[in-house]
């Protein structure tokens, strides 16, 4: 030890500031720190020959993640990496592809070989690349003051964290935008910029106010009454042609009643049949009188044609009665 002007200096103390000064250049060297935008990626070399290199392994956040032996690098199971590193055998290189926000972190690659080799240091440092913004908005008419009352919201899917500022007709920060313009503003445009340290995107938003037409509400109330008037007129219609075909009907029938019974009315000195006393139908009846009219008074024109016009009224009142019935 020397003293100088009242000052003590130690060689050791000197030897051991030179030491570690020269672990932290070691240090520096060995260590890196590098920026990727999401959806990019990152080469991970040895930075050796391959024939110098015995063994070496690949680490995130101290997990090994994969490692080279006998030629060839063997990738390790559950990890978050997964099916996003691409190996090469030859050049002894990892790369991990589609990078993610998650994916930030320290990586260190060990490698032993002919020489002592340092452990190397990768700091990744992954930032949201900002593509997309969107701008959705919400405007209503207030008819009180003759204006239009918007919301509009900016918003961005890559990074949650991103800043949002507003200009064009109004100048503001922030994802939330809420103002009143009137028609005589004319069409105005809004745009909307989401950033982050790394990137940004704008996006714009045009608008126009104008008393606001039907709502779908409104236009739904409107459809569904034509639709019941149309309904309620059909149904009237079709209750006056069943009240008309019915009313045809009984007139018809009523008719054919009574020729009938004019047809058929047995002389007051004919004998009644026996079909006639046991309940017979109207066939049988008016065979009998037409019997009964043979006998007494002979061959006759009129009682074929009679019995016709009876089978016949009877046909037609049915095929009324059945169109009234499908009709109701």
Same mark, same amino acid.
Request: hydrophobic share 40%; with cysteine.
């Given at each position: 030890?020397?003293?100088?002007?009242?000052?003590?200096?130690?060689?050791?103390?000197?030897?051991?500031?030179? +030491? %570690?000064?020269? @672990?932290?250049?070691?240090?520096?060297?060995?260590?890196?720190?590098?920026?990727?935008?999401?959806?990019?990626? *990152? @080469?991970? #070399? *040895?930075?050796?020959?391959?024939?110098?290199?015995?063994?070496?392994?690949?680490?995130?956040?101290?997990?090994?993640?994969?490692?080279?032996?006998?030629?060839?690098?063997?990738?390790?199971?559950?990890?978050?990496?997964?099916?996003?590193?691409?190996?090469?055998?030859?050049?002894?290189? @990892?790369?991990?592809?589609?990078?993610?926000?998650?994916?930030?972190?320290?990586?260190? +690659?060990?490698? /032993?070989?002919?020489?002592? %080799?340092?452990?190397k240091f990768i700091s990744l440092i992954v930032y949201a690349r900002i593509e997309n913004v969107t701008i959705q908005s919400n405007q209503t008419w207030l008819d009180s003051i003759k204006a239009c009352d918007v919301h509009l919201w900016c918003q961005?899917?890559?990074?949650?964290?991103?800043?949002?500022?507003?200009?064009?007709?109004?100048?503001?920060?922030?994802?939330?935008?809420? $103002?009143?313009?009137?028609?005589?503003?004319?069409?105005? %445009?809004?745009?909307?910029?989401?950033?982050?340290? $790394?990137?940004?995107?704008?996006?714009?938003? #045009?608008?126009?106010?104008?008393?606001? #037409? #039907?709502?779908?509400? !409104?236009? @739904?109330l409107i459809w569904t009454a034509a639709g019941a008037g149309a309904a309620l007129l059909l149904l009237i219609a079709v209750i006056a042609l069943s009240c008309w075909w019915r009313s045809h009907g009984d007139a018809t029938l009523r008719d054919c009643?009574?020729? =009938?019974?004019?047809?058929?009315?047995?002389?007051?000195?004919?004998?009644?049949?026996?079909?006639?006393?046991?309940? !017979?139908? +109207?066939?049988?009846?008016? /065979? /009998?009188?037409?019997?009964?009219? /043979?006998?007494?008074?002979?061959?006759?024109?009129?009682?074929?044609?009679?019995?016709?016009? =009876?089978?016949?009224?009877?046909?037609?009142?049915?095929?009324?009665?059945?169109?009234?019935?499908?009709? *109701?």
């Amino acid at each position: 030890m020397k003293v100088f002007h009242g000052y003590c200096v130690s060689y050791s103390g000197i030897l051991l500031l030179g +030491i %570690i000064q020269g @672990l932290c250049v070691l240090a520096d060297e060995n260590a890196e720190t590098v920026r990727r935008a999401s959806g990019s990626s *990152l @080469l991970l #070399p *040895l930075g050796l020959q391959k024939e110098s290199v015995s063994y070496a392994q690949w680490k995130f956040k101290e997990h090994q993640i994969a490692r080279y032996s006998k030629n060839q690098i063997h990738i390790n199971l559950n990890h978050q990496f997964m099916g996003r590193l691409k190996v090469d055998n030859v050049n002894v290189t @990892l790369e991990v592809e589609a990078l993610q926000v998650q994916d930030s972190g320290t990586f260190s +690659i060990v490698v /032993d070989g002919s020489t002592q %080799i340092a452990t190397k240091f990768i700091s990744l440092i992954v930032y949201a690349r900002i593509e997309n913004v969107t701008i959705q908005s919400n405007q209503t008419w207030l008819d009180s003051i003759k204006a239009c009352d918007v919301h509009l919201w900016c918003q961005t899917y890559e990074d949650p964290t991103a800043s949002y500022t507003w200009s064009g007709y109004q100048n503001r920060s922030g994802a939330f935008l809420h $103002f009143t313009f009137s028609p005589e503003d004319g069409n105005i %445009i809004l745009n909307c910029t989401a950033a982050n340290n $790394f990137s940004n995107q704008t996006a714009s938003k #045009p608008l126009k106010c104008s008393p606001e #037409p #039907p709502t779908t509400e !409104a236009k @739904l109330l409107i459809w569904t009454a034509a639709g019941a008037g149309a309904a309620l007129l059909l149904l009237i219609a079709v209750i006056a042609l069943s009240c008309w075909w019915r009313s045809h009907g009984d007139a018809t029938l009523r008719d054919c009643g009574n020729t =009938v019974y004019a047809d058929v009315n047995v002389p007051q000195n004919s004998k009644p049949s026996q079909s006639n006393i046991n309940g !017979a139908s +109207i066939y049988e009846t008016v /065979d /009998d009188l037409r019997v009964t009219s /043979d006998k007494y008074k002979g061959p006759s024109i009129s009682g074929g044609l009679r019995v016709h016009t =009876v089978i016949v009224c009877r046909h037609v009142v049915q095929g009324i009665q059945q169109q009234a019935t499908d009709t *109701l």
